[in-house]
């Protein structure tokens, strides 16, 4: 159905008389007179008849206003949503208790004028996709990851080092450290239940154990992060990952101990993403937002693993 027929029905259903419309419209009243018999023809029912004072709606044409006026609100949201700077900015921060949720939520304290959706995406290749095709402007993620190159059309850049935490219960060996050393790790069981293989993360925790012979596992249901925090408070010899960004809350009396892992303090590393052509206003506001709030990265004294390196080519490792 062409929208044009049904832009200037409406017209002429609000103004009683077709060269109204068509003054309205910037037509002539020939050219208002042809699309109403088109939208006519289409929809094989008359939907005015003409009167001493001008044009009067049909049963049929009563029945169709409300609906058509409706197709053109559609038609005008669905405009607004892919004009650049008229629609909200689309970002993907993976999960909402994570470190890209916490710079989100402080880009919008700074920015509050501009609107914002956050979604959450799982999958690697589901955000590129989305940012590819315009569903999403930006996500974050950590790129670099063997044999998962990005797309040529993605841009990406180091935006945080997250340094890792070892969570433990209260009667975990390590609960009364104030920090620990990375190699002081070898032989206790740390828990992750939610690595899953073929994600960027289940990549950076293969390298740590790789590198510093750690033991993680990745057994068992994944119930969410309520019960991994249980399950951690009440067995002594379990221990857990978590970022030092990450916002968890827990009962009092479990007695969970947070503990800054050390020499050297392995860091997640987030990077924003984006589509090379993207020029939505807020995006550039995030970018610069972000490239004026990250802290160093490759810090002295912190660990990423050797892919996970910024676009500019800068290494990893200090």
């Given at each position: ?7 200037t ?74 004009r ?128 510093f012979?750690?033991?993680i ?8 992060s309520?019960?991994?925090l ?59 937002y ?7 990265h ?16 800068a290494?990893?490792?200090?």
């Amino acid at each position: 159905m062409d929208l044009d027929t049904v832009r200037t029905f409406v017209a002429a259903a609000d103004a009683g008389q077709f060269q109204e419309a068509a003054a309205e419209l910037s037509v002539t009243q020939q050219a208002v007179s042809k699309r109403i018999a088109s939208l006519e023809r289409a929809l094989d029912v008359r939907l005015f008849t003409r009167t001493a004072r001008g044009a009067k709606l049909t049963i049929d044409g009563q029945a169709f206003l409300p609906h058509a006026r409706e197709l053109l609100r559609a038609a005008d949201r669905a405009v607004a949503s892919v004009r650049t700077g008229r629609r909200p900015l689309r970002v993907d921060i993976i999960a909402s208790r994570g470190a890209a949720s916490g710079l989100m939520r402080a880009f919008h304290r700074a920015h509050p004028e501009i609107e914002l959706d956050v979604v959450m995406l799982f999958e690697m290749e589901t955000a590129l996709s989305a940012i590819r095709s315009g569903a999403i402007d930006a996500s974050f993620r950590a790129v670099g990851a063997p044999g998962r190159p990005l797309p040529p059309d993605i841009e990406s850049v180091r935006v945080l080092d997250e340094p890792l935490h070892l969570l433990t219960g209260p009667a975990h060996a390590l609960a009364s450290a104030r920090s620990v050393p990375l190699a002081g790790l070898a032989g206790h069981r740390i828990w992750m239940p939610g690595i899953v293989p073929g994600t960027e993360w289940a990549a950076y925790y293969d390298d740590l154990v790789a590198e510093f012979g750690l033991t993680i596992e990745a057994t068992g249901p994944n119930f969410g992060s309520d019960a991994l925090l249980d399950t951690v408070a009440d067995t002594p010899a379990l221990a857990t990952f978590m970022g030092g960004r990450t916002r968890l809350v827990w009962p009092a009396d479990h007695g969970l101990r947070r503990i800054p892992v050390t020499d050297p303090a392995p860091v997640y590393p987030h990077s924003l993403l984006w589509h090379r052509d993207n020029a939505h206003p807020a995006l550039a506001a995030l970018r610069a937002y972000l490239a004026a709030t990250a802290a160093d990265h490759d810090a002295p004294g912190t660990w990423a693993p050797d892919w996970a390196t910024p676009r500019d080519g800068a290494p990893s490792r200090r």
